[in-house]
């Protein structure tokens, strides 16, 4: 922290009372944010239960109003009574039996809140079955509902036959819709006063008020409580702070809609007790914060923010940085620092000797494997001149004895250190020749490089390795080309080397790919060994900066494709 910084005497009380503060403010905040989200909360659950409760309501009356449709459907065009009973000249004995049946049938679909009326304009037909609700409030006034409804479908201006209409008088409040069969009248009706369909679906059915209302006014569900129309035609929203939500929703297929009043005084008095309770907990927590820092602070803080700074300088700027960066007047401080200090020199000195201990390691292994190669090329070459002197082709031993010394002179140097692409090429020239000397069939080498890419570095033997093996495993009579294709191109984003080594020679097997394309390579591989020496010698140089592919083309022969960082001799 900054102020460890300071030579003078500073004050902790200033310091610590600034972290208060600040701790108390974010405690604040936090308090302040909790008692909003409680609020949205609370206002968030009253209208998710409003609107479900509203979305049961609406569905229910839907369902209900389908279900009386059907059955006026079914009544009037598949029940063969009713249709007898619409006949004319029907004989007084065939009515009255075809009227009972229909009455009969009637009864058993009616619903508590349903009420079905059968008439006809001259009162020969008339008959009705309701449900236990409606009979409840007394024949007389169902009387008087029939008669009115009686008069509103007789009316010649009448055009609102198979449509649900709303209809009210002094007792009931209906949703109704008629059915015309020739001269018979099919009235279905639904009491709006006695619709609930929230009394069994919901256990907090008494803090909900449901009704219906249209422009002209509130039709049922209205009484004991204070609304007007202004404020079901236009609901004023949800407030957390109100006692009560309203939420409306019209009916398909009518020109009513409903409303649900949704009391949410015992939600929000539960949201009011937590928010106390919360206030109180934080309050608490602020004065043990208080106390908490009042005499852990210094004890604690410091020799943490010491230990630190003290790891963010084991790999930088070393013990001096350190100490420059930790002065203090604070005799338990300074002891502290002296202890890092220690820890500091200590694991330097350790990282130090793992880096120098890597380092000779790295250069052995790498030893152990330019060995391997080299006495992998010794063997192939005088194996040739030994061909060649059975054979007495002197001139061409003497060549080949030339040539060779040229390889040996390239091959007898530190692979730790990378070589030159333009001194690889001309390494590849020369062991081409070598093979040439030792081959009957012809041999073609074909190079294809970026000149801009000749003075980068790149492994010893990188192209020659792939060389050898073509001319080794590829001993057909035809025609053998071996292509070296070098050029800059980009891997994540990141310009690369890019070496592409192929024949057309009888490719890799299929088991020498599996083995050639695994992460690990096989130092102890018997075939292509060149190649697994080459991938253990670049892992040990890169690291992990390079990419390795071997595949056979599609027109045939073997394919390496490798992908290396530019390097130069700076950096090396």
């Not at 058993?108 to 008439?119: D, S």
């Not at 602020?286 to 604690?300: D, L, V």
């Not at 191109?489 to 057309?504: F, R």
């Not at 020679?505 to 075939?527: F, I, K, R, T, W």
Request: glycine share 4%; aromatic share 14%.
């Amino acid at each position: 922290m900054q102020f460890f910084k300071r030579k003078a005497p500073y004050s902790i009380q200033k310091l610590f009372s600034k972290c208060f503060f600040a701790l108390f403010f974010c405690t604040s905040g936090a308090l302040i944010f909790y008692c909003v989200m409680l609020i949205w909360n609370h206002s968030m659950q009253m209208s998710y239960s409003a609107d479900s409760a509203m979305d049961y309501c609406t569905s229910s009356l839907r369902a209900e109003m389908v279900a009386c449709a059907n059955f006026e459907q079914k009544l009037c065009y598949g029940d063969n009574s009713f249709q007898l009973l619409t006949m004319s000249n029907l004989k007084d004995y065939d009515k009255v039996v075809y009227l009972y049946n229909v009455t009969e049938t009637l009864e058993r679909h009616v619903a508590p809140y349903e009420c079905i009326f059968v008439f006809d304009k001259d009162y020969d037909i008339s008959t009705y079955a309701a449900g236990s609700a409606l009979l409840s409030n007394g024949t007389q006034q169902l009387y008087y509902l029939k008669e009115g409804i009686r008069e509103y479908w007789l009316d010649d201006r009448q055009t609102n036959f198979n449509k649900w209409v709303a209809f009210q008088n002094d007792y009931y409040s209906v949703l109704m819709r008629t059915v015309k069969v020739r001269d018979v009248y099919v009235c279905s009706i639904i009491d709006l006063n006695e619709f609930d369909p929230l009394e069994y679906a919901y256990a907090t059915h008494d803090l909900m008020t449901f009704g219906f209302f249209n422009e002209d006014g509130i039709l049922a569900g209205g009484s004991g409580i204070e609304l007007d129309l202004d404020t079901l035609l236009k609901p004023p929203g949800i407030n957390a702070f109100s006692d009560q939500y309203v939420v409306t929703a019209p009916v398909e297929g009518t020109e009513i809609s409903m409303f649900c009043l949704f009391r949410s005084d015992y939600s929000w008095s539960l949201t009011r007790g937590l928010m106390i309770l919360f206030i109180l907990v934080a309050v608490v927590m602020c004065i043990g914060i208080f106390f908490f820092y009042y005499f852990f602070r210094k004890i604690m803080f410091y020799p943490l923010s010491q230990i630190n700074t003290a790891a963010k300088h084991l790999e930088q700027d070393g013990v001096t940085s350190f100490l420059q960066n930790s002065k203090s007047n604070i005799i338990e401080y300074r002891n502290i620092n002296a202890a890092l200090q220690d820890l500091i020199s200590q694991k330097i000195s350790l990282h130090n000797e793992k880096e120098k201990e890597a380092i000779e390691k790295d250069h052995a292994r790498l030893q152990y494997y330019q060995l391997q190669t080299n006495s992998h090329f010794f063997v192939n070459c005088l194996k040739s001149l030994y061909s060649m002197l059975e054979n007495k082709e002197y001139e061409k031993m003497r060549r080949m004895i030339l040539a060779f010394s040229n390889h040996l002179r390239y091959v007898f140097h530190d692979n730790l250190k990378l070589v030159t692409l333009q001194s690889e090429l001309a390494e590849v020239n020369d062991y081409y020749h070598i093979i040439l000397l030792d081959r009957v069939t012809p041999f073609i080498l074909n190079t294809n490089v970026d000149s801009s890419l000749l003075s980068y570095q790149v492994p010893s033997l990188l192209i020659q390795t792939f060389l050898e093996n073509t001319a080794k495993y590829n001993k057909q009579s035809g025609l053998l080309i071996f292509d070296v294709d070098v050029r800059l191109t980009e891997l994540e984003g990141v310009p690369v080397m890019q070496i592409m080594l192929s024949d057309n020679g009888v490719g890799y097997s299929a088991e020498m790919l599996e083995l050639l394309n695994s992460p690990e390579a096989d130092q102890y591989a018997m075939h292509h060994v060149g190649i697994s020496n080459l991938k253990q010698r670049i892992a040990l140089i890169y690291k992990s900066h390079y990419q390795f592919a071997f595949y056979n083309k599609p027109s045939g022969g073997a394919c390496g494709l490798i992908y290396l960082p530019l390097k130069t001799d700076s950096e090396e």
